[in-house]
């Protein structure tokens, strides 16, 4: 079934007379459009794509089953425009995506929009999104192989004295060059004592002798994002270091090799936290084994003690246990993996025994 028809049904379950899209990945789902500052009203009665003319000719290529309208921003405003298309239509409710319209575009609608309800909706298209298609995997696949093959180069070249934000750079640039529309998020890649922080930024701090590098990247291709982290040693390994990355490894092994549809959030992240409790690292782990991954980042399902998202056949999701120590440092290992029916294919294909990068 269609995008679009599984949405429609899916508003009428809810009794909604149609629905405003304004989240940018959202759209593009519903839609294929890859733009921005656009929005999509729906509703049996007609599926219309509002843009202006910067986008107008993009939109009518990409957005097949819409009914493009040009909005003259100068003159009209989009409330206006909503209520012309409600009015012409005799259509009396409208549902918004809470977790996504600002409180302002809500305000301006509402105040120009004069004989319908308005009604909050959550994750809707979310749900839509929930389990990826093969196509959607395919593109996922090629992000996780862009990833693998840009981190290869990145190995060749790292060196004790490379500032984190010049390693990064180089990353970021193979990414690019091997097909990337860009990184799936900022990359992290940081050093030393910084590793113990989850989402350290690169900065022109050197990278030493000793020290760990966590490297966590992804690429984005044709929409569809990748999720990895590695985590090795620049010339030599302390016992401490080898210990905790061992461990690390052998919960990141048992949540990939645990994994399958049918487990909740807190049974996957399971897998991997008592591992880390049995070492005695459960205190400073990150208490999050992982979450979806498709046009967004992060999104559903995630896996964490208390979440009970049930795991679906087609689900793509990272496992990415990970230990910080503040002032000391952290490990995290981290794969994208798709759901399958008694276990989980994994996308990300670079080694994870500990590397020492002499
Ligand atoms: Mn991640």
């Known amino acids: 079934m269609k995008r679009t028809e599984r949405l429609l049904k899916k508003m009428e379950e809810l009794g ?26 729906i509703s049996p009665k007609g599926k219309w794509f509002i843009t202006d003319y910067r986008y107008t000719e993009q939109a009518k290529n990409e957005c097949v089953e819409f009914e493009v309208i040009e909005r003259n921003r100068q003159t009209t405003t989009l409330g206006q425009c909503v209520n012309q298309i409600l009015k012409d239509n005799n259509i009396k409710n409208i549902g918004f995506e809470r977790d996504h319209i600002n409180y302002g575009m809500l305000e301006d609608i509402k105040n120009d929009v004069e004989a319908a309800d308005f009604i909050p909706t959550s994750g809707i298209i979310e749900e839509l999104r929930y389990t990826k298609d093969e196509e959607e995997i395919q593109l996922i696949k090629k992000a996780c192989e862009i990833a693998d093959k840009a981190f290869a180069e990145l190995l060749k070249v790292i060196k004790v004295g490379m500032t984190e ?42 990278i030493e002798h000793g020290d760990f590098v966590t490297v966590d990247f992804g690429a984005i291709y044709k929409g569809y994002r990748s999720d ?41 992240d399971d897998l991997a936290g008592k591992v880390l409790e049995r070492d005695g690292y459960y205190e400073h782990s990150g208490k999050s084994l992982g979450h979806g991954i498709g046009l967004d980042v992060h999104e559903k399902p995630f896996m964490n003690p208390i979440c009970q998202d049930v795991l679906k056949e087609g689900c793509v999701v990272t496992c990415e246990p990970g230990v910080y120590i503040p002032g000391w440092g952290g490990v995290r290992i981290e794969d994208t993996v798709v759901i399958t029916a008694d276990g989980c294919e994994i996308l990300t294909h670079t080694p994870k025994e500990l590397l020492i990068v002499k």
């Open 228 to 268: 990895m982290t590695r985590t090795f040693i620049m010339g030599e390994a302390n016992d401490e270091q080898i210990r905790l990355y061992n461990s690390v490894l052998e919960a990141q092994v048992a949540s990939v090799e645990g994994i399958k549809a049918g487990l909740t959030g807190k049974e996957a």
């Open 16 to 41: 909604l007379e149609s629905l405003f899209l304004n989240n940018v990945q959202n759209i593009r789902y519903i839609s294929g459009y890859t733009g921005t500052d656009s929005y999509i009203l």
């Open 165 to 206: 934000a010049e390693a990064a750079l180089e990353l970021e640039y193979n990414m690019r060059k091997l097909g990337a529309e860009g990184p799936a998020f900022d990359t992290i890649l940081i050093s030393g004592a910084k590793t113990s922080m989850p989402h350290g930024i690169p900065s022109d701090k050197k």
